[in-house]
């Protein structure tokens, strides 16, 4: 099947940095791929759907300018968390939509101190 | 506006037990629907799909799920639960079949297999 793969799988930061997680189909081009956050024991909630070449559409309540996505290429789409804060402090998981389904990459815990 | 219902935030059986997992769903439109599984600190993994087909939908490692109109239900179930089977489960309803369709997830359900 179809392979997404997310990188860094863990990242700790200071408060104020900024971290970038990079989201790779591997071997499938895929038009669009999402961007979801999980808390522990909780649902995943999409944050923005990333289409190639073109700005992302963010949910709402999600904010733009602290989570740019960039979708360069059909198979690279990266988020970034710009001055990273505590509370930021979540599990990201990105999903590539494939002809018949969404497939997801292995997610990345990301810890800002 | 479609949305997904997972009945019972956490379910416990016994190892050789039934497995059965609720989800109910609500559509304006024909819905397609899905089942995924997650291990502690993973992504998600596909266990099957109903594309509006066989409305009995067989999928990964002995799970199925019957899609049900009448009822709005796309309930998961297992014959026979394995320790392994301790995961995760999200019930989800895409809003179009194509690529760009977004997922919207349940609340998902914790499955505990006891020994």
Redesign the interface.
């Known amino acids: 099947g179809a392979v ?1 793969s ?1 990188h860094p799988s863990r990242v700790i930061c200071k408060s104020g940095t900024s971290v970038k997680i990079e989201c790779r189909s591997l071997d499938f081009q ?3 791929m ?1 961007w979801y956050r999980q808390f522990p ?4 909630m ?1 944050m923005a ?1 990333s ?1 190639e070449g073109s700005k992302a559409t963010y949910e709402q309540g999600v904010e733009k300018d602290k989570f740019l996505i960039n979708h360069a290429s059909l198979t690279l789409s990266t988020l970034t968390v710009t001055s990273a804060h505590p509370e930021d402090s979540s ?1 990201y ?1 990105c ?1 590539a ?11 990345t ?1 990301l810890t800002v101190t | 506006a479609q949305s997904v219902t997972q009945l019972g935030s956490h379910v416990s059986v016994s190892e050789g037990a039934l497995v059965l997992l609720r989800c109910n769903y609500s559509s304006s439109v024909p819905p397609y629907l ?1 089942w ?1 599984v997650q291990y502690p ?6 266990l099957l ?1 109903y ?1 509006s087909a066989a409305t009995l939908v067989k999928g990964i490692n002995g799970f199925e799920a019957e899609f049900k109109k009448s009822e709005t239900s796309f309930h998961l179930t297992k014959p026979s639960a394995h320790m392994s089977d301790a995961a995760e489960y ?1 019930c989800a309803v895409r809003t179009i ?1 194509n ?5 919207i ?4 359900t ?1 499955l505990s297999v006891k020994p």
């Open positions: 997404v997310q895929a038009t669009t999402f024991k909780q649902s995943l999409l759907t289409n599990f998981i999903s939509s494939g002809r018949e389904e969404q497939y997801f990459g292995p997610g815990r | 899905f995924y600190n993973q992504g998600l993994q596909l799909k594309t999200f079949y690529q760009g369709g977004k997922l997830f349940g609340q998902g914790e």
